[in-house]
């Protein structure tokens, strides 16, 4: 009996001849679907990456806030050197008044210098405490 044959050729993706599926040859398969294997590689690559990144975050949060406490001594003495200088140009203002001695000059001088690096702990004090809330998002809750 004659027999006859018919081929059907169905493309499976979109392609020029000659070339390879886009989709099989750039792996553009979610990578789950790739190889399980590879996969949890990156799952556990992910959560390497995200474990470091905490761990950076934690250590510079635990050096400004070290940074605080250092800075919060420092404002102590400095109050203590700023009262100790007004005392002391109270004292030469007298002694200067009364034409005993002349060194108000260097009084006045030695108040403004512990003035002025009062202010600049007060500014490195508010910068830290700035950075510490942008770190642990208190600043969001404000």
């Not at 420092?74 to 050197?81: D, F, I, S, V």
């Amino acid at each position: 009996t004659p027999r006859s044959e018919a081929y059907f050729v169905f493309p499976l993706a979109q392609g020029t001849p000659g070339k390879q599926c886009g989709l099989a040859a750039t792996g553009g398969y979610q990578p789950s679907l790739r190889s399980p294997w590879l996969a949890a590689a990156e799952l556990m690559e992910n959560q390497a990456l995200k474990a470091k990144l905490e761990l950076e975050l934690r250590q510079q949060v635990l050096e400004l806030w070290l940074e605080q406490n250092t800075l919060r001594r420092r404002l102590k003495e400095l109050r203590a050197r700023e009262e100790y200088r007004d005392l002391y140009l109270d004292r030469s203002r007298t002694l200067y008044e009364l034409e005993r001695t002349s060194d108000l000059g260097d009084a006045m001088v030695q108040v403004s210098a512990v003035r002025l690096e009062l202010a600049k702990l007060q500014y490195q004090w508010m910068l830290n405490d700035m950075r510490l809330k942008v770190l642990t998002s208190e600043w969001l809750l404000q």
